[in-house]
Structure formats: structure tokens, C-alpha cells
């Protein structure tokens, strides 16, 4: 099926899943600096639990220290008591290091996995692009990357270290204070983590449901915006403001379930730490009480509860944003599990251009199963000759010139050119050798020369301005305050339609390629400025294989030959002159559009001032 509705994830991706598409950024292929990092990190890591869990020990033989004779009370608490400060001096310094030396990993990783979804959204096909939304892809393409650094750094640096010196705290008391101290602090961390799992779990259905709401107000606002002079035509102003409030009024509600079931988390959390808390400290009392424990060793316990307890209070945030991240990744990674329609064959060869001619062999083809567009259409562009395709809109025109790019693969038959068919050639090659000026110019939000020299980035100034001047351009640019470096605005709006298509123009006169297609490319300019163009486009297109979609059909009488498509088959063909004679459907289409413009002429001669635009007739 070759049409694609609106991007949606792949279904709900396995935690694993996403956690092993992770893995590989990680611990990068072939780069060994990085990966000397990653172990780097793990050992200061290592070091820096280690030295934490000394910590409290220093502090209870200081504490015991001050409960003994009067003179060790001179010496002995200040040499512990520096070697409480070192300690937690180095514990914290581990842990800079390692997040200092961990940090390249990460924004290395963030680097790649964004590279690879844009990369990825290119090769997808052209179906996908005219189905998706684009607010929703660059926002999951936004949380994915950012939920990318948390997963890095938290789950290894947080997750996995507090897990280790819980174990660590654990072997510690069982060792020093016997099975029941373990038990009882296990068995509190074991509540709590369970505990936070539960309502977590509970709570990711809201985070969802969030996800959904801010990208659906995120599309709206984009498109909105994007249509701004639409909404001013009909004062829609109001109507826009209310589809965006309703979007942000379902994320509200979601954000404000998210909120209480996050309290009702945080409430849960503090009891379970409390409660152990307060046990081991009864029973630690009771041991300072019958003697067989220190004041220290009472100091001890609650020290290493107090900082297990900062780190589980923390740990139950960072599963909290994990378990989000990898919500906020599963559209990310979703974009990356969907397969491009249009792939190359393993190992295609280059296109090899001789002339460039283009053949379609009974050639069939639909958007959807259900309706064909072209219905086994066979013709031939000689290498260095003119071809026109006419026909009424929805006849199939445009969706030839998309074939030739193979934005879309054939369901039957085979578009050739130099006999080499287009399916088993690279996408690349097929591209490098296709210049496109297309009836709807859209420009990038850049300079004019950068979207002129777009064609060949690279290219010298000289060129670029050459292929402006063919364009019939170049003074316009230089009236323009800033010349070349001049502002073309979103989408191309600082310029008009016809302005548009000349940059259009010269960006395909840059490339120089072997064969051009001129999808109704002076459908938006007026008559004088069509001539112009025409000149030009003659002059490119000399010894150039050429197909022209065209509506005007003034502009193709000389054209090599006119193929006249009527619902997706050729009605008839020939050149100008034979198909005004044979008083067919061109003959017809020719008689209808030189009254329309006899009229138009007619009704400017009434008027006073310059001469407008020919009225364009939509056959």
C-alpha cells in the first residue's frame, strides 16, 4: 500500500526493547576512546560507592573516640575526624569525575541517535512525509533525545550504584550488627522500591495521555501558525485559539491526574522509610541500652539509613523519569522501526546517463488499492528532446514527474531510463541526474543564495549568480536590501509566487542535470515574465532531455511531442500543430484557453494602468 496515514508508533514498545536500541550508543562500535570513557566512568564509579559507605564508619569511631579517656579525646577524634572529611571529600570527588568523564558518552550518544532518526526520516517515502505531522515527529524526535541523556546517566549512575551500595549497607550491618538489622533495612528498601514500582506503573497511562495532548496542541499551534494569512482570510482567529485550548485543556487534565497520583506516590514512600527507620533505631537503642552497642554504633545505623534514604528518595524520582523517558523514546525509537517504502537493492549499481532518455512501459500505478491513477501508460523521451504531458487535474500529471524521482514504486510495468530500469539503479545516482522545478515552490527559511546555491552547496558566488541572471532574477536580488544574503522567510512567504519559482529556476540551472522535468514551473508568473522564463528554459533544456507537465499550453507548442493524459490514460498525442488538426480533446482544451484569453486581453484594454496576469483556466 503505498499511501500512509498519520504517524503513529509502532505499538507500544517493550521496555527491554528500547532499553537494548539504547545499548549500542552506549557502548559505541569501532570507538575506542568512548568506550575507554564508559569503563573509566564504571571505575570511579566503583571508587566513589566504595569510599561512601567508609563514611559513616570514620564517624563512628570519632563519636566512640570522644566516650573514652581525656587525652585520646586531644588526638584521636581530630585524625577521624579528618578522615571523615577526606572521605566524603573523595566519594564526591569520584562522582564528578565520573559524570566529567561520562559526559562526551552521553552528548556522543544524544549526537547519534538524533542524526540516525533524521537520516531516517529522509529515506522514508514520500507517503509517509505527505501523512505525517510534522509538530508530533519533532517533538517525539525532541523528548526521545532528551529522555536519551536521563536513561544514560541516571540508570547507570543512579539506579545501578544505589543498588549496589544498598547491598553494600546491608552486608555491612548483617557483618557488624547481625541478621535482624539486615533484615529490617532490606526489607524496607524491598517495600519501597516495590511500592514505587506499583504506582509508578500506575501512573505511566498519565504520562501518555500527556505525551498525546502536547503533541497534539504542539501540531495545531505549528499548523496554525503555518497558515497564518488562511486564518486571517477568514478571521478564524478565535476558532484556532479554541482547537489549541482544547488541546491544552486534555493535557491539563492529564497533567493534573499525573500530579495527585504523583502524591499519593511521594506519601506512600515516606511511610515505608519511616517505619524502618524508626525499628532499626528502637532496636539500636535497646543494643545501646543492654550494652552490646556503642553510642557510635547507634550513630552508625542511623547514618547509613539516613543515607540510603537520600539516594532511595532520589532513586524513586529517577524510576519515576525512566520509566517517562522510555515512554518518550517509544515514538522516537517507533520512527526508527518504520520501514522505508522505497529501498535500493542490495548493492545497486549507479545510473549510467547516455543521452537520458525515459521510457514507460505499460506502466500502472495507485496512491490507493482501491482507485488507479494510472491505468498502463506507455511513451518515450528521447535522450535530448521535449515532451508535454497535458490533461485535467487529477489526470495523473504530477504523479508521473514523483515516478521519475521514485517517490513512489510502480505496481506494474517499468519506467526506464537509458534502458537501465529505475527500481534496480541507486536512489542517489537516479537523483543526481534529475533536475525538478516544481509547480508549488517551497524554499528553507534561509538566504536566497543559499537557496539557490542548494543545488550544489559549495558552489562560488560566481556560479550562483550566473544561474540567477539565466533566471531572469539576479536584479531582484540586488534590489533587495541585503542582496543574495537577503531573508527568504518560512516556507519562501518574503517573496512572491512568481519570485518563488525563478529561485526555483536558477537552483536547477545550477545543478546542470542530465535530464529536467518542469512540472507547470511558470504556472505562478506573468506573461511577461513567463516569456522570459521561457527563453531561458529553452536554452537549458537544448540537447536535455526534457518532460514538461504544463497547464498553459502556449508555453509547450513547440515541445517534441504533447501527450494528452485523460484519468490516468493517453487520450492522444502528437505534436501541437497535428493535434489542433485532428480537433481532439487538446484541439478543445487549445480553443477553451485562447478565449479565456481573448477575454482577459480584452477586459485589460478598458482598463487604465499596467497590464495584469493572464487569467489562468483550470482544464
Not at 481 to 500: A, H, I, T
Not at 557 to 571: F, Q, R, T
Request: aromatic share 8%.
Amino acid at each position: 500500500m503505498h499511501n500512509r496515514e498519520t504517524f503513529e508508533p509502532q505499538g507500544e514498545r517493550n521496555d527491554i526493547k528500547t532499553i537494548a536500541t539504547l545499548l549500542p550508543y552506549l557502548w559505541p562500535k569501532d570507538n575506542t576512546s568512548l568506550r575507554t570513557r564508559v569503563v573509566v566512568s564504571m571505575f570511579f564509579l566503583v571508587a566513589g560507592k566504595l569510599t561512601n559507605v567508609v563514611v559513616p564508619i570514620f564517624y563512628k569511631l570519632a563519636v566512640d573516640a570522644f566516650d573514652t579517656t581525656a587525652n585520646a579525646i586531644i588526638a584521636v577524634p581530630v585524625m577521624l575526624l579528618i578522615g571523615y572529611g577526606l572521605t566524603r571529600v573523595m566519594a564526591q570527588a569520584f562522582g564528578e569525575i565520573r559524570d566529567a568523564v561520562f559526559t562526551r558518552v552521553a552528548q556522543r550518544a544524544i549526537r547519534l541517535a538524533g542524526l540516525k532518526t533524521f537520516r531516517h526520516l529522509h529515506k522514508l517515502s514520500l507517503a509517509f512525509h505527505l501523512g505525517r505531522q510534522t509538530g508530533r515527529v519533532s517533538r517525539a524526535i525532541e523528548r526521545g533525545t532528551k529522555g536519551i541523556e536521563f536513561l544514560l546517566r541516571f540508570s547507570l549512575f543512579n539506579v545501578v550504584p544505589t543498588l549496589f551500595e544498598i547491598v553494600l549497607v546491608c552486608g555491612i550491618l548483617w557483618k557488624m550488627y547481625g541478621f535482624w538489622f539486615s533484615l529490617v533495612t532490606f526489607t524496607t528498601i524491598i517495600g519501597y522500591i516495590a511500592w514505587t514500582l506499583i504506582v509508578t506503573e500506575f501512573r505511566i497511562h498519565h504520562r501518555r495521555a500527556m505525551n498525546e495532548s502536547d503533541s497534539m496542541a504542539h501540531t495545531k499551534a505549528i499548523d496554525s501558525l503555518l497558515n497564518f494569512e488562511t486564518v486571517k482570510y477568514f478571521s478564524n482567529e478565535d476558532h484556532e485559539a479554541r482547537r489549541f485550548d482544547e488541546a491544552l485543556k486534555i493535557y491539563e487534565d492529564a497533567a493534573t491526574r499525573s500530579g495527585v497520583s504523583l502524591s499519593l506516590l511521594n506519601i506512600g514512600q515516606g511511610i515505608i522509610i519511616s517505619i524502618g527507620l524508626t525499628l532499626v533505631m528502637i532496636m539500636a537503642g535497646n543494643g545501646v541500652v543492654d550494652g552490646s552497642m556503642t553510642i557510635g554504633d547507634f550513630v552508625l545505623v542511623n547514618t547509613y539509613l539516613i543515607q540510603l534514604y537520600l539516594p532511595l528518595n532520589f532513586l524513586g524520582f529517577v524510576y519515576r523519569e525512566i520509566k517517562q523517558s522510555l515512554v518518550d523514546l517509544e515514538q522516537m525509537f517507533g520512527l526508527l522501526d518504520t520501514p522505508p517504502d522505497i529501498r535500493d537493492d542490495d548493492d545497486a549499481p549507479v545510473l549510467a546517463i547516455n543521452g537520458g532518455g525515459i521510457k514507460f512501459n505499460d506502466v500502472r500505478f495507485s496512491y490507493d488499492p482501491r482507485r488507479e491513477v494510472l491505468k498502463g501508460i506507455s511513451f518515450q523521451v528521447p535522450p535530448g528532446k521535449t515532451v508535454a504531458i497535458v490533461g485535467a487535474s487529477g489526470s495523473g500529471k504530477s504523479t508521473i514527474s514523483r515516478l521519475i524521482y521514485r517517490f513512489y514504486d510502480i505496481n506494474d510495468g517499468a519506467i526506464l531510463i537509458d534502458d537501465q530500469d529505475i527500481r534496480h539503479v541507486s536512489q542517489t545516482s537516479l537523483r543526481d541526474n534529475l533536475g525538478m522545478v516544481p509547480q508549488d515552490t517551497v524554499l528553507f527559511n534561509d538566504t536566497v543564495f543559499y537557496n539557490i546555491a542548494y543545488a550544489r552547496p559549495g558552489a562560488p558566488p560566481s556560479e550562483v549568480e550566473a544561474a540567477a541572471r539565466h533566471a531572469h532574477i539576479h536584479e531582484f536580488i540586488m534590489s533587495l536590501p541585503d542582496g543574495y544574503q537577503s531573508k527568504v522567510g518560512e516556507r519562501g512567504l518574503k517573496l512572491s509566487g512568481g519570485e518563488k519559482q525563478r529561485v526555483a529556476i536558477a537552483r536547477t540551472i545550477l545543478k546542470n542535470p542530465e535530464i529536467l522535468i518542469f512540472d507547470e514551473a511558470t504556472s505562478a508568473l506573468d506573461t511577461h515574465t513567463e516569456k522570459e522564463i521561457q527563453e531561458s528554459l529553452k536554452e537549458l533544456s537544448a540537447n536535455r532531455t526534457t518532460l514538461v507537465i504544463a497547464h498553459r499550453l502556449s508555453t509547450i507548442i513547440e515541445a517534441d511531442e504533447i501527450i494528452v493524459l485523460d484519468a490516468g490514460v493517453i487520450s492522444e498525442r502528437g505534436k501541437h500543430i497535428d493535434l489542433l488538426v485532428s480537433n481532439g480533446p487538446y484541439a478543445k482544451m487549445w480553443a477553451r484557453q485562447q478565449e479565456a484569453t481573448k477575454a482577459q486581453e480584452a477586459m485589460e484594454g478598458t482598463m487604465d494602468g499596467p497590464i495584469g496576469p493572464t487569467v489562468s483556466v483550470t482544464l
